[in-house]
């Protein structure tokens, strides 16, 4: 049973990340090593956040069992009082499971996101045309970045190796280079959660309000459809290019065989361009090098095209369904009417609308407002026990309050479960705001499969580097980090491998460590107040600010897109039944 679930618990982290990594990229079409690469980054962070819990009330347990030994003065006593007291975990596992699972969790995600991803990174985005050249030139455009990489070892080493006291040796090396991970992580963290905790229940009340849904995605899709227009003039240059080439070059020529490699990436609607309006051109001589540009820019080109194409369209079909919404809530008949709507496969369809009614109208709108209040509950237990941690008499922090009354009763299933919840919704505030970052359009996850390959290999090297300073904050939450309560509780195995919520030396000042999650109300501030969004509209970056003329040109711009694509639906529509009467009266 407890082995069970514990093998449960992996095969669901594994199914999630399967499923995620279905919806957003191709398994199909992807280069298998990065398929693999990018699940087990991905299926190592999600496995972090539920078998933690099981770690944590181990850890308990073990706690009890010590205590235990120490308040009794005879082993007799101290059997029949900790076989009654100290009721072993039902999520339990062998002693050695979990140090080398977490030895194994850690070292491959470190490798994977600090050293096999980068490279992978550059493979995949290089125009060159063989595997060998590829990885040569990857690992030759990574050069600059492990040298930088190099130096901040050996100077963290150098200055590790001056203080007095001590000495260097293998367990101090490792606790540098898991502080400096931890370091850059915890920074990001920071970051991407006082984001999230403030935006995830905002969005979510937000939401509940057609009307705002409505004119947020307008805005959404007026910037998409500019870049989609922006991405089909990228790719006509291409094409242009490609066609200049291809006038130059024969079958006979040396480097045609990677030219046809070139061709073989043009979408199949442009392809035979190159056969035609030949004596337009100038005739060049191609070298390797311009083939190999070309082919990365039609990688890019390709990739984005399609993406802004399909991510516009499936956008445009949710507009229309938040109109059909947005129609229905005033409706007297309390059935759930559609523009194009398609006949029903059950058979009792007037109760099918009447149910869809209630549901888009009256019922999901309040559970967004219900999910709204309890996650905007949580982000205000997380930020005051985020401020409080730090204080362990008295204990402020709630998570620490709530184990510890668990830790009390022994209760190790209340543990787990409030552990589970908690890693989980701090991990959901973390990983939703990684989801969705956009890195000047290159950098981007798509969902319906559109996720580029060098796109996918960068959130998992984010979601490497970020998991493990997450937990690690979490166990500071619920003081179970010695180095940030001072305490003599017995360690969790994780702690013991992936170490401490240490900031690294060389930049750590006393209390650092354990002041600087506060920083976290600081972003929450900010976020609550749009300085982040105002900043960057003043930057030229448009964002969603409901004051701004300038959303409001989005706004209606985007509105437009949608008439427009209801209005050639319609006609359509319209087309297909005069032609059906048509050919009903002629016969």
Request: proline share 3%; net charge positive; hydrophobic share 45%.
């Amino acid at each position: 049973m407890t082995v069970g679930m514990f093998g449960a618990e992996v095969i669901f982290a594994f199914i999630l990340t399967t499923v995620l990594l279905n919806r957003y990229g191709n398994w199909k079409t992807q280069n298998i090593v990065v398929t693999t690469a990018v699940h087990i980054s991905w299926f190592f962070s999600l496995l972090i956040i539920f078998v933690l819990p099981i770690d944590i009330s181990l850890s308990a347990y073990r706690k009890c069992l010590q205590d235990g030994l120490n308040d009794n003065t005879t082993i007799s006593i101290h059997v029949s009082s900790t076989s009654s007291t100290c009721e072993k975990p039902w999520s339990s596992v062998p002693g050695s499971t979990l140090p080398i699972m977490w030895r194994v969790v850690y070292w491959t995600s470190q490798l994977l996101a600090w050293f096999i991803m980068p490279i992978m990174k550059h493979y995949v985005e290089s125009g060159e045309f063989t595997v060998k050249n590829k990885l040569k030139n990857a690992i030759k455009s990574k050069t600059l970045y492990y040298s930088k990489l190099f130096l901040i070892v050996i100077i963290f080493i150098t200055y590790t190796a001056l203080t007095p006291g001590v000495y260097l040796d293998w367990q101090i090396l490792k606790a540098t280079a898991s502080s400096t991970s931890n370091t850059y992580g915890l920074f990001q963290l920071i970051l991407l959660l006082g984001i999230a905790l403030v935006d995830i229940p905002r969005e979510l009340w937000r939401s509940s309000q057609i009307d705002y849904t409505l004119r947020k995605l307008y805005f959404k899709l007026s910037k998409l459809y500019t870049e989609m227009l922006e991405s089909e003039v990228d790719l006509e240059y291409v094409l242009e290019s490609i066609k200049l080439v291809s006038i130059s070059m024969s079958p006979n020529d040396e480097l045609y065989n990677y030219f046809e490699i070139i061709l073989k990436k043009v979408p199949k609607d442009q392809q035979g361009f190159w056969k035609n309006e030949r004596s337009k051109y100038h005739t060049i001589s191609p070298s390797i090098d311009m083939l190999i540009q070309l082919h990365e820019q039609l990688i890019i080109a390709v990739s984005t095209y399609h993406r802004t194409k399909t991510q516009s369209s499936l956008m445009i079909e949710e507009a229309i369904f938040l109109e059909d919404i947005n129609s229905n809530m005033t409706s007297k008949e309390r059935k759930f009417k559609k523009m194009f709507n398609k006949p029903s496969k059950l058979n009792s369809y007037a109760a099918t609308l009447t149910i869809e009614w209630y549901w888009w109208c009256r019922l999901y709108p309040m559970m967004l407002q219900v999910l709204s209040v309890i996650t905007g509950m949580l982000s205000v237990v997380i930020v005051w026990s985020e401020i409080t941690f730090f204080k362990k008499k008295p204990v402020l922090s709630i998570f620490a309050l709530m184990v510890n009354v668990a830790k009390q009763n022994n209760n190790y299933v209340m543990i787990q479960v409030l552990s589970t919840f908690s890693i989980a919704y701090l991990a959901y505030c973390t990983y939703s705001t990684v989801f969705k970052i956009k890195f000047l359009n290159i950098y981007y996850l798509a969902s319906n499969c559109q996720t580029t390959e060098s796109s996918l290999i960068f959130f998992g090297l984010l979601l490497g580097r970020l998991t493990s300073p997450m937990c690690l904050n979490f166990l500071g939450l619920i003081h179970m980090d010695n180095h940030l309560i001072k305490s003599h509780s017995l360690e969790t195995d994780y702690t013991q491998i992936m170490g401490h919520m240490d900031i690294i030396t060389i930049i750590c000042i006393d209390g650092f460590n354990v002041y600087f999650p506060t920083l976290i109300l600081a972003v929450c501030l900010a976020t609550y107040f749009n300085v982040g969004a105002k900043i960057l509209s003043i930057l030229g970056f448009p964002q969603y600010l409901e004051d701004d003329d300038l959303v409001i040109d989005y706004i209606h711009e985007g509105h437009l897109i949608v008439v427009r694509e209801i209005e050639r639906r319609r006609k359509i529509h319209s087309n297909k039944i005069y032609c059906k009467y048509r050919e009903g009266s002629q016969i």
